[in-house]
C-alpha cells in the first residue's frame, strides 16, 4: 500500500506463489 501501486503487488503474489512466501516474510503479512 505504501509503494503506490498495491494492485499489482497484490496480484503479482496471487499469479506467483514463490514470491508469496517469500515478500510475505520480509512484510509479515499475507500479501497485503
Do not use: E, H, W
Request: a positive charge.
Amino acid at each position: 500500500m505504501k509503494n503506490g501501486q498495491p494492485i499489482n503487488q497484490v496480484a503479482a503474489y496471487s499469479f506467483v506463489p514463490r514470491l508469496r512466501p517469500a515478500v510475505g516474510r520480509g512484510r509479515g503479512t499475507d500479501g497485503k
